[in-house]
């Protein structure tokens, strides 16, 4: 860990952050300018960084446990993206000096829980004071069998598009919590999903070597299709009503239809975007994935509604409406 | 590179931090989710990651161009720390809203300048739009041969406390910045030596093997002394007339005596601070290092003035005093 910007540094790393880094001896207990990583042999390193902020990429007064959790689980889904397995991650925060220990201890506690989850440990970072929003940058390391890592660039003319679980409920879950919807039946659902999402990385395993190219959403459905088309010099084609929604997200749209496009547009998915070969789509059966479209030759990212028309898109990328 | 957080966000990585992920095919052009690493057989990784923030570790105004290269070179340091060798550097920042392009545009030249002085390039990151003040985080891995890595806690007792360059520097430069200190004959370099450490990376691979144990001097000579001590069990003594002075900062002290204590215990050296084992200091007489006391059984530090009395010290730690 680094410098020490105030007085409790040093107690705070011991008190909290240290018993996260517990039976890793690489992470030498937080203790020294850096941690030793031994990657398996055979194994490439998969390296992801995301930075987050308040106010940005969750609420000043979201849970500091959910806040911790977020952050991780952004870091695992960018590796998941990558069909790599996570292990460790290295945290830096910058905390406003509001924040008191005990909301230490929660985003600590966050943290603990999903470290446990997710098989990963704390290996190294540093703290510091801000007079600015909290803000917390993960870096990632993860391992990949050489070759067999999930890319952007690697799509085919004719392959399948593909996503993993429900599109929307992280971009309703926000609005809800800002007010900006009415309750819908179930949106504790949708407000969980914006605050907690599940990195997809059993299904990342199943992708490797099956899937043609893939990415996770977090700009948006439709702004990270457009990566993908980019990356590999296509187009995509997508049905809109093929797209996966949870029954609150449904009843949501049913009472206000133009929700919809918000939806396909919000961030904060975390689900995988990826493209299949067609014909393998059954490998996947007994999977949450759904097949929303077709990649095809041009450029651009073109919607369908139920009636087949084109619809039109305001936004493409992240922007919370 | 992660979520868009304003219009521009994508020409910016494309413009500015694209070329500097030139040459590594596993950035993958900072275009997909993470970056892939090959780390060659038979070295092992080592991680360090470091925050740094406008007001706490480098001022508002400080050149861009400079700012960028202290966040590299504080991370070099680090792996210095531990004997390592960089490679590649992953960086996350949350950008005021009010900078300017032209302002990035240095901030990346910067960058581009120390890539290349020091072999490393950028292989991965995130940006954001902050409210608060400029926030830079940088993870940077780099290799050591498995057990030839520098630890803080393997000093012995007899061991010589011995370090390299000239100490307080930095200390004195950012007084200087900031009006606390009268001009002194060639300030310049003391303020150069705030804003532009020099990470000891080639004096770090002979220590490998040779010193016993070490670290980088950021938080303050006598503090980061006392995590060598804390770490390995035992106390330093320190004479103070040993402590190798640059000549302006020789000038400030002969003028003011009471600097002295400041510049011991100031942070921002990033000087290597490590213990040899006693007859061994003769294998780096072509260097610029100094032996400045002696690891002894006990706590603590103590430093001991020309007199031989114990000098009181009022801090230990980091305090921009």
Known sequence: MGQVKRPGEFELIAGYFRPLAGGRPGALGLADDAALIDVPEG???VVTADLLTAGVHFLPDDPPDLIARKALRVNLSDLAAMAAKPFAYFLTCAFPETIEEGWIASFAAGLGRDQAEFEVALMGGDTTATSGPLTLSITAPGTVVPGRGLRRSTAKAGDLVTVSGTIGDAALGLARLQGRLAPVP????????????????ALAQRLAGLASAG?????????DLGHICEASGLAARVD?????????????????PKLLEAMLTGGDDYELLFTLPAGREGELADLPVAVIG?????????????????MAMKRSGFQHF
Chains 1, 2 share one sequence.
Do not use: I
């Open 240 to 256: 809109a009503v093929r797209v996966p929604l949870s029954p609150p997200a449904r009843k949501a749209v049913e009472r206000e």
């Open 186 to 201: 179930g949106d504790d659902y949708l407000v969980e999903r914006y605050r907690l999402p599940q990195p997809r990385l």
């Open 43 to 45: 194994r490439q390193l």
């Open 215 to 223: 990415l996770d959403v977090s700009d948006g459905l439709v702004a």
């Open 294 to 310: 077709r990649m095809v030759e041009g450029r651009g990212v073109r919607v369908f509604d139920a009636a087949g028309e084109p």
